[in-house]
């Protein structure tokens, strides 16, 4: 079955801080791979997203992720954090030419000043 | 529009109600998607629509849940005889569908039903 995986459900970082957000895909065949963010009080927007090509994605706002199709993974990375990233974060896929996108359950972020 | 707009934002129902849930999706956009959200829990796929016809309606969680889309734009998320359970809330998302897209999400709409 389809599926999206988020390892962490909160994570506390200092600014400054590395981060990484681990999501793990369960999908056969050729995927599409989101990661959306969440800030307080906003809707739903795209960091970044993979089709093809180079698996390594860069997005908006200093966030990368590295596709890994060994690991079946897509964690998203960022070497160091504001306190203006603290959000809700979702890993999201769905087979290459379909529509019916997938959510991981989420990561809460929350970066301290 | 400029972006996905979803009425009400917010709606308080009574358990045993209908209610009914609008989305108007960016200008030009064929895919049309509803989720759910539970609190503390992640998006729940419950249809998609490509233009006005709804291929995969396998998200939603029963009978009393549908869903319609008229003129290739405004789609109705429509919930009978609510229940608790429903609490939620309820994404709108649209998608153009030649190439590779993603989808552009509204800012939702939250049910509580008492």
């Known amino acids: 079955a389809q599926s999206v995986s988020q390892h962490n459900h909160h994570v506390i970082l200092s600014e400054a801080a590395s981060l990484e957000l681990g999501c793990n895909y369960s999908?056969?065949?050729?995927?599409?791979l989101f990661w959306y963010v969440q800030y307080p009080g906003q809707h739903l927007q795209l960091l970044l997203k993979?089709?093809?090509?180079?698996?390594l994605v860069k997005g908006i706002k200093g966030f990368e992720a590295e596709f890994i199709k060994s690991k079946f993974s897509f964690n998203l990375r960022k070497p160091s954090v504001q306190w203006s990233d603290t959000a809700e974060y979702f890993c999201?896929?769905?087979?290459?030419?379909?529509?019916?996108?997938?959510f991981g359950a989420g990561t809460r972020l929350f970066v301290k000043a | 529009g400029a972006g996905v707009s979803q009425s009400p934002s917010n709606k308080v129902t009574e358990k045993g109600k209908d209610v009914e849930l609008r989305c108007d999706p960016i200008?030009?956009?064929?895919?049309l998607y509803w989720y759910r959200q539970r609190l503390g829990q992640g998006l729940e796929f419950l249809i998609y629509?490509?233009?006005?016809?709804?291929?995969?309606k396998s998200g939603l969680p029963s009978d009393r849940f549908s869903a319609e889309r008229t003129g290739e734009s405004v789609s109705t998320l429509t919930i009978q005889r609510t229940q608790q359970e429903d609490s939620a809330v309820y994404l709108c998302?649209?998608?153009?569908?030649?190439?590779?897209?993603?989808?552009?999400f509204g800012q939702g709409t939250r049910l509580t039903v008492v």
């Open positions: 998302a649209s998608s153009q569908t030649e190439g590779n897209t993603e989808a552009f």
């Open positions: 999908y056969g065949g050729t995927v599409n």
């Open positions: 993979y089709f093809s090509g180079d698996p």
């Open positions: 999201a896929g769905r087979n290459t030419g379909g529509f019916k996108t997938i």
């Open positions: 200008s030009g956009h064929t895919a």
């Open positions: 629509f490509q233009g006005n016809s709804a291929p995969d």
